[in-house]
Structure formats: C-alpha cells, structure tokens
Nanobody, 126 residues
C-alpha cells in the first residue's frame, strides 16, 4: 500500500493559481489510479479530479473543469493538481487518494479507496 503526503496549499487571492503535490511512498505507485478530493467546512468530501495509472486518462468534476489540471510523474512517485482561476468557493482541505481501480470510478468509490493523504488547506480570498 502507498502512503501519501500532500503539499502546496496556502492562501491565494481570487483569480490566482496554486499547484498541489502529492508524494507517494511504497511500492508500485505506477499501478495506482490517483485522485484529488476536497472538503469544505460543513460539507462532504467531494471528487475533484483523477488520473489513470499511465497518466493518459484524466477525469474532472464539472466545478473545476477547464481550471484545474491533474497530472502525474511516475518516475517521481508524485501526482499534481494545477489550480488556476481560483475562486473563494474553492476554499477547502484538499486530499489526494490512491486506488487500484479505474480512475473514472474514484469519485463514486471515495468511501472505499485504498489510501488517503492527510490533506492540505487551500484558502482563496475574495
């Protein structure tokens, strides 16, 4: 099983950008689909984006499509979330997750994914 550590969160003004990273340790990172989720105060954790083990296929929630980009570097055991045109409603704790499922299923399987990071806080000011 992989262990995941997120970084890159912080405070940014609306319209700005941030890049989150999720470093994985453990074996066989390249066999896992990877995803990003977020949880705002008082709300449920929601799916944001997922990438297949190869990095070829990506999937996004409608709320971030066109603004966020997920990518991975299997040589560095790292997955990224580039966030552009940030809005105050993007404020949340962002989590990465790993599972040996299909990337397009990570959203519906969020309660059963293999591994989660501890989260990184993103705050977008208006």
């Amino acid at each position: 099983q992989v262990q995941l550590v997120e970084s890159g969160g912080g405070l940014v003004q609306a319209g700005g950008s941030l890049r989150l990273s999720c470093a994985a340790s453990g074996r066989a990172f390249s066999t896992y689909a990877m995803g990003w989720f977020r949880q705002a105060p008082g709300k449920e954790r929601e799916f944001i984006a997922a990438v297949s083990w190869s990095g070829i296929s990506t999937y996004y929630a409608d709320s971030v499509k066109g603004r966020f980009t997920i990518s991975r570097d299997n040589a560095k055991n790292t997955v990224y979330l580039q966030m552009n045109s940030l809005k105050p409603e993007d404020t949340a704790v962002y989590y990465c997750a790993a599972d040996r499922t299909y990337a397009q299923d990570m959203g519906v399987m969020k309660d059963a994914l293999d591994a989660w990071g501890q989260g990184t806080l993103v705050t977008v000011s208006s």
